[in-house]
């Protein structure tokens, strides 16, 4: 089992930034990729952002690209996603997950334990 949670949602203006962590514990942290979602009201979980174990390999949704940036502190047991010139349309509620394949991965499906997110929200 490997349990995840997430902080730094908050409430920000438009074109603001915000850094979410997602703490994680129990089975060894490197053993896992990890990937962040976002799921806004009515809308389905939508991946944002996926890195490998070792942290070398990342890959961003078109919505994330040149905005966000995925990383991970193996040491610390955590992964990042720092969220610059945030949009309207970024509101949602984040989560990380934890995968045992070793890829960058868009599809929840390959995700085995899943955080209880972290909101965020930005006004205009």
């Known amino acids: 089992q490997v349990q995840l949670v997430e902080s730094g949602g908050g409430l920000v203006q438009a074109g603001g930034s915000l850094r979410l962590s997602c703490a994680a514990s129990?089975?060894?942290?490197?053993?896992?990729?990890m990937g962040w979602f976002r799921q806004a009201p009515g809308k389905d979980r939508e991946f944002v952002a996926a890195i490998n174990r070792s942290g070398s390999i990342t890959f961003h949704a078109d919505s994330a690209k040149g905005r966000f940036t995925m990383s991970r502190d193996n040491a610390k047991n955590t992964v990042y996603l720092q969220m610059n010139m945030l949009k309207v349309e970024d509101t949602a509620v984040y989560y990380c997950a934890a995968s045992r394949y070793d890829s960058v991965l868009d599809s929840r499906s390959k995700y085995d334990y899943w955080g209880q997110g972290t909101q965020v929200t930005v006004s205009s």
């Open positions: 129990g089975r060894t942290f490197s053993d896992y990729a």
